[in-house]
């Protein structure tokens, strides 16, 4: 890129520091840089930003000073919401004036993030619709949400719908597959959906997520708007997403819903064979899953499809099969209402019919495997780099950025995972006039502007027993409650299991009872917004929580001086699709505990430990309650994937420091 346009990049991005009130930081420039080159001369990009770099400017101001459509795709909610509700209105005006000309904006989701204005308001009674009718506590918020839908200037979208029962939205918006499209609708020109795609196609920045990027990478079938180059922020989750998006899911509930929207709008004997198929498949699985819940050993993954379930999921393709192709068949439907309908039973259907035919073939490139809380059959695929690698990297300039990239200081495990770096069978790789070398990728860490040795403590204890496989032991327990009685509360609490939560939270309210702690626990289903809010609103409480709050979570100040991490966390040798690919790694002669296992552990430790200093003011300490990480020796490579906080294993210095701190933040009344 020349001197000239790294200089226009420079002076936008301080015209967007200084319009948000910021100062100039050294790892934002270098990153805004890197990233107007990337785009520029077309190659790819992995950059880890530690936190309080800025990356988020660091990557839109380039973006948009670069003036070619670019898509960024997140992998939470928040980080989604903070781009296009704070971060681009924020910059927008001053950025028009220094580069002048207009810029704009928009936010895509997945169609199902959408009210359908034709399901809500379609004539004939749809199968997800009778469920609100049999539950008359959910009429309120039917009537609610149509209410808000009528009102002028709204987006559709649920993250802007009044809160209501999943049921109540389920029953008023459809998926991608079972959506007849705009042009055949008769509420085609009022599509929420349609006009937030029209809005963003037209846009410089486009906001999505993960999920729909992943959707449109491994269908081969476009979703979201063209675009110049793709930015992924959150990269160290992508390949995770990416496998959820594609993993194909059976269960009875969503069976037996094609089947009675099958009966209800196509009667006759195809329906009723459906219907009879999805019968005995909801026996079968029913019957299996007490199987599994009586003898343990079935759980988990499945080198093949169980005997028993073979025959009625044949049935089940066989009869979704029979219905798509007789909705195919049948050309006669004009109205808009039973075109739509027959579009909905037709995707619903699709959709079973497919998995079906999948689960009965899985390729030596799948995992398998059976979760008998919910009795489901999941298939997953053991590695999602090489699409990501054909439909992705060959395509456009990808900018891959986080906190968290590195593993002991390479970027190794994190490129291989999502396709830039690959084994000998593509090293001969040709690619065509416009595609794109996945290879060619720049890669660079930019730090980050906080002192972590002068601003935290990392205490490891060495004689805490090594952990076992119930829960944390007695010593880790009450080292925990020394550390959290010792900073007066303020601790962010991070267990690897739901039985770690439990018991600390028994623990804890035994031994804490006689303190002004309030003590805020996770449990299932917990929104982790609201349970966050919580716990900064109220500075000497501790927060207790699973995987869900080993990232994104932001609260700097007072509230959290002590982030606890129970055990090093390593994937369960029960999780299916880590445990494959780990079983896959040994097989090939490599490590599946150094290629898999250990990256994996790694790259959550360095999150769980990023939720202590966020910002230049913080001051605190990290305590890992797991003493392998000092007497193993891949313990190296998990404390050089971390922030460089000062080290100690002496725990009445991280008590003294804890009551100090506690006993300044009183005295200044916070």
């Not at 094609?258 to 006759?268: I, L, Q, T």
């Not at 869900?548 to 700097?556: A, C, F, K, M, T």
């Amino acid at each position: 890129m020349s001197d000239s346009n790294l200089d226009k990049v420079r002076s936008a991005l301080a015209c967007a520091v200084d319009a948000i009130g910021g100062q100039p930081r050294e790892g934002q420039i270098e990153m805004a840089e890197a990233v107007a080159n990337a785009l520029s001369d077309r190659h790819h990009l992995l950059v880890q930003a530690g936190t309080g770099t800025g990356k988020s400017l660091a990557y839109l101001v380039p973006a948009l000073v670069h003036g070619k459509k670019v898509l960024v795709a997140t992998a939470t909610l928040a980080l989604q919401r903070q781009l296009v509700e704070r971060d681009l209105p924020r910059i927008k005006g001053a950025l028009e004036k220094e580069l002048k000309r207009e810029l704009s904006f928009a936010v895509y989701k997945g169609v199902g993030n959408y009210l359908c204005l034709q399901k809500m308001n379609g004539g004939g009674q749809d199968p997800d619709g009778e469920v609100l009718m049999d539950i008359g506590v959910l009429e309120k918020d039917a009537k609610r949400l149509r209410a808000w839908a009528e009102t002028p200037g709204v987006s559709g979208d649920r993250d802007d719908a009044p809160d209501v029962d999943r049921r109540v939205w389920y029953a008023n918006s459809v998926s991608g597959r079972e959506c007849i499209g705009k042009d055949e609708c008769a509420f085609g020109s009022q599509c929420f959906a349609a006009n937030a795609k029209a809005k963003a196609q037209t846009a410089d920045v486009v906001v999505t997520n993960h999920t729909l990027l992943a959707i449109e990478i491994v269908d081969s079938h476009p979703i979201l708007p063209e675009r110049d180059a793709v930015i992924l922020d959150e990269a160290h989750e992508f390949m995770d997403r990416t496998t959820q998006a594609v993993t194909e899911e059976l269960t009875v509930g969503r069976v037996e819903r094609a089947a009675k929207m099958a009966k209800k709008h196509m009667p006759g004997k195809a329906a009723d064979a459906f219907q009879k198929a999805a019968d005995l498949f909801a026996d079968a699985l029913t019957d299996y899953a007490s199987d599994v819940r009586n003898d343990p050993t079935k759980a988990g993954r499945l080198p093949d499809l169980p005997s028993q379930l073979e025959a009625p999921i044949r049935k089940v393709k066989d009869a979704a099969k029979a219905v798509v192709e007789l909705i195919n068949a049948d050309s006669e439907v004009i109205n808009p209402d039973a075109m739509a309908e027959r579009a909905r039973v037709k995707g619903a259907t699709s959709e079973v019919a497919q998995t079906a035919t999948k689960m009965l073939k899985p390729s030596v490139h799948q995992v398998m495997w059976f979760e008998p809380t919910f009795s489901t059959l999941y298939l997953a695929p053991l590695s999602v780099s090489a699409v990501l690698r054909k439909n992705l990297l060959n395509q456009t300039p990808v900018i891959a950025t986080s906190a968290t990239l590195s593993v002991g200081k390479s970027f190794n495990s994190i490129a291989e995972s999502i396709g830039f770096l690959v084994g000998k069978d593509f090293e001969d790789d040709e690619f065509e006039k416009g595609e794109i070398d996945p290879a060619n990728l720049q890669m660079l860490d930019v730090g980050s502007p906080f002192d972590f040795a002068n601003q935290g403590m990392l205490y490891l204890p060495r004689d805490i027993p090594e952990p076992g496989r119930d829960g944390p032991s007695k010593e880790a327990l009450e080292e925990l409650a020394e550390l959290i009685d010792a900073a007066g509360g303020r601790t962010l609490a991070l267990f690897s299991s739901w039985r770690g939560v439990e018991m600390a939270d028994e623990y804890l309210r035994k031994v804490l009872k006689e303190l002004p702690i309030a003590i805020i626990t996770q449990k299932r289903g917990d929104s982790v917004g609201s349970l966050v809010e919580k716990f900064a609103a109220d500075q000497t409480s501790i927060l207790l929580g699973t995987i869900s709050l080993w990232q994104g979570v932001d609260v700097p100040g007072p509230a959290c001086t002590l982030v606890a991490i129970d055990r090093i966390p390593f994937p369960r040798p029960d999780e299916p699709v880590m445990s494959a690919r780990a079983a896959e790694a040994d097989a090939a002669g490599g490590s599946g505990f150094m290629q898999v296992s250990l990256p994996r552990a790694a790259l959550l430790l360095a999150q769980g430990t990023g939720r202590l200093i966020r910002s230049i003011e913080d001051r605190g300490v990290v305590a890992i309650l797991d003493s392998r990480i000092t007497t193993k020796r891949y313990g190296s490579t998990l404390l050089n994937s971390m922030p460089p906080f000062w080290r100690t294993s002496d725990g009445a210095v991280i008590r003294e420091s804890l009551s100090r701190l506690h006993k300044t933040y009183l005295e200044q009344g916070k």
